[in-house]
């Protein structure tokens, strides 16, 4: 009679039902690898995702003499820069300080594009002499020879294809010294930020900022958040 293994090394028996379940948790490991290669796949091959619908976008400058003109993105609350020459200068308080230019009517509404309130510029009578329906601010700073100012603004016409020029000039003596022009067009009525840039020439001369609209028609031009600074 053949010596019995020890007891501790006799193989236990097989059972059927343990070695199916066996078999499908196998099946089960090798399906969710397959399934994780595939989505690697996939999503390696969809490539970089596409920006989001309300990203600011640019457009190409209408002028010379400024930063390229920008679009505010849809819900976006712009903030004033620091350093900014002007005060009030996002009409939140009042006009105080801004003069109207060609018979312009200036007026504080809703709607800005930087807090609540945005001046409208609405046409009315033309005044003598080549200048549009706008808006100047006078004394922004005193000069400094050599040094280069710029000046940005948000603007909106009601009406599409109308035109912004912008003016940066000194003034001495009681006339314009030195002056940069920009103009821009506006293809539609969102909001758009514009920019002139001046080197300053005359030593304490003032500078005078002008703000004008072409046309209009029977539209207005809104202007929100104007800022000066020193490059």
Do not use: C
């Amino acid at each position: 009679m053949a010596a019995r293994p020890p007891r501790h090394l006799a193989e236990p028996p097989l059972r059927l039902g343990r070695l199916r379940a066996q078999k499908l948790f196998v099946a089960a490991l090798l399906s969710i690898a397959l399934v994780t290669v595939v989505i690697a796949l996939v999503t390696r091959d969809q490539g970089p995702a596409s920006p989001p619908p309300n990203a600011p976008a640019t457009t190409a400058p209408g002028g010379r003499g400024g930063a390229t003109p920008t679009t505010a993105a849809a819900g976006a609350e712009l903030r004033p820069t620091p350093g900014n020459l002007l005060e009030g200068a996002d009409f939140e308080r009042d006009l105080a300080g801004w003069a109207p230019l060609g018979g312009a009517r200036l007026q504080r509404v809703e709607g800005g594009t930087s807090g609540r309130w945005a001046v409208a510029v609405t046409p009315g009578e033309a005044a003598p002499g080549p200048t549009g329906p706008g808006l100047v601010k006078r004394g922004v700073a005193s000069a400094k020879a050599g040094t280069t100012y710029e000046a940005s603004v948000w603007v909106r016409s009601t009406v599409p294809d109308a035109q912004v020029v912008l003016a940066l000039h000194e003034e001495a003596g009681g006339r314009v010294a030195s002056s940069d022009t920009a103009a821009y067009g506006l293809p539609d009525d969102g909001w758009r930020q514009l920019a002139v840039e001046h080197r300053a020439r005359v030593a304490g001369s003032s500078l005078v900022l002008e703000i004008t609209g072409l046309d209009l028609g029977d539209g207005r031009l809104l202007v929100d958040l104007v800022d000066v600074q020193v490059e």
